[in-house]
T-cell receptor, first 117, second 113 residues
Framework: NAGVMQNPRHLVRRRGQEARLRCSPM?????VYWYRQLPEEGLKFMVY????????ESGMPKERFSAEFPKEGPSILRIQQVVRGDSAAYFC???????????????FGEGSRLTVL | AQTVTQSQPEMSVQEAETVTLSCTYD???????LFWYKQPPSRQMILVIR??????QNATENRFSVNFQKAAKSFSLKISDSQLGDTAMYFC??????????FGKGTRLHILP
């Protein structure tokens, strides 16, 4: 059973370009979380999605950032018109359902490191 | 807003010693879940231990145990007989009733030979 797959592992963009990060959850998981990790800081919650639904996007900047988790295919975190401050590691995690929500046990990908020049 | 606070940015202990990592949180909810995650250097984050708030008994997983003090909103992690492989960043996490999961800033733990 493959784990959570994120790609690309490393992405370099110039200011003003778009960054698109992909996450395939573990098989059978329909809940995906995105977090941002800056050096020497913890994991900052960005967004929580179920298939075809954004459940909570309270941690995501209102402008330039968007996320989706379509019925088919991976979850995508999109950052438009990137700025240097967007440089960070972006982690995706998926969680199995317990019938009432998620168990809370997160299975993490290896992260995507975005560098904005 | 719910928050998770880890007051120890970095700690070092000798191999085989016992170490306790602190975590406090803030919430008005009565039922929630708490977790400790481990992020080894250059490796993926993994779950160490979880605790359900309605369970009074402290969770234990081999050398890892927690001290859950609900009234004090405290959730510390104790690592017994520490090993070199325990060197990692440790994150405390909180899951609310809406399944939002937030993390503290982490504690970098060094196990010294």
């Amino acid at each position: 059973n493959a784990g959570v797959m994120q790609n690309p592992r490393h992405l370099v963009r110039r200011r003003g370009q778009e960054a698109r990060l992909r996450c395939s959850p573990m098989k059978g998981h329909s809940h995906v979380y995105w977090y941002r990790q800056l050096p020497e800081e913890g994991l900052k919650f960005m967004v929580y999605l179920q298939k075809e639904n954004i459940i909570d996007e309270s941690g995501m900047p209102k402008e330039r950032f968007s996320a989706e988790f379509p019925k088919e295919g991976p979850s995508i975190l999109r950052i438009q018109q990137v700025v240097r401050g967007d440089s960070a590691a972006y982690f995706c995690a998926s969680s199995p359902s317990d019938g009432q929500g998620v168990t809370g046990e997160l299975f993490f990908g290896e992260g995507s490191r975005l560098t904005v020049l | 807003a719910q928050t998770v606070t880890q007051s120890q940015p970095e700690m070092s202990v000798q191999e085989a010693e016992t170490v306790t990592l602190s975590c406090t949180y803030d919430t008005s909810e009565s039922n929630y879940y708490l977790f400790w995650y481990k992020q080894p250097p250059s490796r993926q984050m993994i779950l160490v231990i979880r605790q359900e708030a309605y369970k009074q008994q402290n969770a234990t997983e081999n050398r890892f145990s927690v001290n859950f003090q609900k009234a004090a909103k405290s959730f510390s992690l104790k690592i017994s007989d520490s090993q070199l492989g325990d060197t990692a960043m440790y994150f405390c996490a909180f899951k609310n009733r809406d399944d939002k999961i937030i993390f503290g800033k982490g504690t970098r733990l060094h196990i010294l030979p």
